[in-house]
């Protein structure tokens, strides 16, 4: 660190080339004067998320709730039995967030498989 009387300082006047820009008179048409925007953000927007939910019914099996949520949404059998339990009790849940393309996928896929087994199980999305 330099002490404050160590400080750099010209101790021979300034030629043209090394003058602080502020201290320059012949540059009246320079950019920075009118307020030239010099860098920009990139204009990205994260893509929108979905959930996906889980309803309630009176028919479906909770041991079948409990194996789609272990089988489309990655949860453990804990998680998902008391997911299940949630859905049974309040009549829905967020299951999962995801892109639309990754959500509108797991519901397709939970509906194909709660008909092949003839289990009236809904799944659906919304936006977030
Ligand atoms: N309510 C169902 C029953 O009592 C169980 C169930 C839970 C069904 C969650 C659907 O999303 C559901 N058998």
């Not at 540059?27 to 893509?47: F, H, Q, S």
């Not at 939910?53 to 041991?63: A, V």
């Amino acid at each position: 660190m330099l002490a404050d009387n160590d400080k750099m300082v010209h101790r021979e006047p300034y030629r043209m080339a090394d003058r602080p820009d502020d201290d320059r008179d012949d540059d009246r048409e320079d950019d920075r004067e009118i307020g030239v925007k010099l860098a920009t953000r990139p204009k990205t927007k994260r893509p929108p998320l979905y959930k996906v939910l889980i309803l309630n019914d009176d028919y479906t099996p909770m041991e079948f709730v409990v194996h789609v949520l272990e089988r489309f949404f990655g949860m453990t059998h804990a998680q998902a039995f008391e997911l299940m339990l949630t859905v049974h009790k309040k009549g829905l849940a967020v299951v999962g967030v995801f892109s639309y393309e990754i959500a509108e996928t797991k519901v397709a896929l939970v509906m194909d498989y709660a008909q092949r087994h003839q289990h009236p199980l809904q799944c659906t999305m919304e936006k977030e």
